[in-house]
């Protein structure tokens, strides 16, 4: 039986324990009156005989009424969510319409049981504050004793913390593999925390390296990044459902990656004392707008994907103070090659059917994007996390370059000219509405960031890695991050919070 079954077995026993009390002494308090203060001339054994007769009727009753009212209630799952005031007049409507259906059941079939009175008002009572105090009594106990956890644990955090030491959360993805051969070539000692959804095949050249360590694990459970988080000096946070397609298929498992695991990791991170904090966003950000884009620029977003990387800006945002300032860099349309291959990405994706059939099939052609190759995708990072701190300190960076803002046309024919015989085919207006230029002033001036890599450049390493066998199917699932999510059966939705969804809604025009 799991924890939470058993948890739910405990509450229904604790419960039906409490009906069955609450009756057994409303009777004796019944007895006590009748027989001990207004001194009712009876026999107190025939009496004590007729109650106990009383309960033994009536109690399965109670309890079958009780039980089933409170799983209708919630008590046994979403109850334990609610607020404490909440949760107060639930338990009390529930209490109230028990008693009252087990008043109506004596009522409609007085032949088979009979409970007087007073003693349905005291049983009511009593389970009442009963009902009440157990729930908000273990409410308010898991409170004290998750401060106190929190306090044990921040007196705990007095490591020395190594400046050389970074943590890398997804590196093990599309960028991440990238940045990680970045950090142990530049002399940083890394930790890696990934579940490797995708396998080890990204990490594959460095798994080895004597200054990494990998953690495999799940970056949603606490303690998993508590122990990664231990004595490092820097954090990256790169790890997230990524594209469009892959969070719509899923929006509760998206926002408890993409949102809620954000605020874990960077609340553990504040805790730990973590200098710099890097979080990977997109420029998706900016949805559909015609002016040219800076970091200032209003919010527009058209997917959920934009959306739970807005509200994961704001969640850092909320949580920031004078020593803890998270980085935010809004990467690109990326295309190219890292440890991990994805033809998912439209440049990549276009290069791979136009060797493959000969076609390159656009839709929505007017579209602007703003690309950039993976590898300088792990560059803009690795400067973010070399720079003076007050350089970055707080700040978010828009990564790439002005020189590859490309309509989706223009990339095309790019494509074309460099595959002999393709053909490009319009197909007309699409159905994703994205459409932004971005200025990259801000990172290429502050941080002097210059990408080395061109969309021409990125098109020949595809054509190469199909030409030459390394890729030799580009519809596999493993290149795909929605055709691996959908394929991925191990992945289980946990309930959620809640806090999430509202702030989701807040941005997004989506719903």
Known sequence: ?????????????????????????????RFYVLYGIEGLNVNPAEYAKLYKTIYIKTIFVL??????????????????????????????????????????????????????????????ILSTVMFLGSRLWSSSWRKVVKSEISEKNLSLISEI???????VIGGGGYIGSSLLKKLLNGGFNVKLLDAFVFGKEPIREVEEH????????????????????????????LGGIVGDPACAHDEELTLEINLMATRIIAEVAKAHKVKRFVFASTC???????????????????????????????????????????????????????????????????????????????????????????????????KALTADYNLVKGETFNVGSNEQNYTLEQVAHIIQKLVPGSEVIEMGSDSDKR??????????????????????????????????????????????????????KQSQLTKLGGWERKMVKDYSRVK
């Open 284 to 382: 998706s950000v900016y949805g559909a707008n015609d002016m040219l884009l800076d970091e200032k620029s209003s919010l527009n977003p058209v997917s959920l994907y934009a959306v739970s990387k807005i509200a994961s800006e704001e969640v850092l945002h909320e949580i920031s103070d004078e020593s803890f300032l998270p980085t935010i860099l809004r990467f690109g349309t990326i295309y190219g090659f890292s440890g991990r291959i994805r033809f998912d990405l439209v440049i990549n994706l276009l290069t791979a059917k136009a060797i493959t059939n000969g076609k390159i099939t656009l839709f929505g052609g007017d579209q602007w994007r703003p690309f950039v190759h993976v590898e300088d995708a792990a560059e803009g990072v690795f």
């Open 1 to 29: 039986m799991g924890d939470n079954k058993k948890q739910i077995l405990i509450r229904v026993i604790a419960d039906l324990l409490m009906l069955g009390i609450s009756l057994a002494m409303a009777l004796l308090v």
């Open 161 to 167: 913390r190594d400046e050389n030491l970074i943590l």
């Open 435 to 488: 459409n932004y230029r971005v200025c990259f002033d801000k990172i290429n001036r502050t941080l002097q960031f210059t990408p080395t890599w061109t969309v021409d450049r990125g098109i020949l390493q595809v054509i190469e890695a199909i030409k030459s066998g390394e890729v030799k199917d580009y519809t596999e699932t493993k290149y795909s991050n929605i055709r691996t999510i959908t394929d991925d």
């Open 63 to 124: 309890i079958g009424v009780g039980i089933t009212n409170n799983f209708l209630f919630g008590f046994y799952n979403k109850g334990r969510s609610y607020a404490s005031k909440f949760k107060a007049i639930i338990i009390m409507q529930s209490v109230s319409l028990t008693f009252l259906l087990f008043a109506l059941f004596g009522f409609l079939l007085p032949n088979l049981f009979y409970v007087p009175r007073g003693v349905l008002i005291i049983a009511w």
């Open 210 to 237: 004597q200054n990494l360590e990998i953690i495999e694990g799940d970056f949603r459970e606490v303690g998993t990044v508590v122990k990664a988080m231990s004595g490092v000096g820097s954090v990256v946070h």
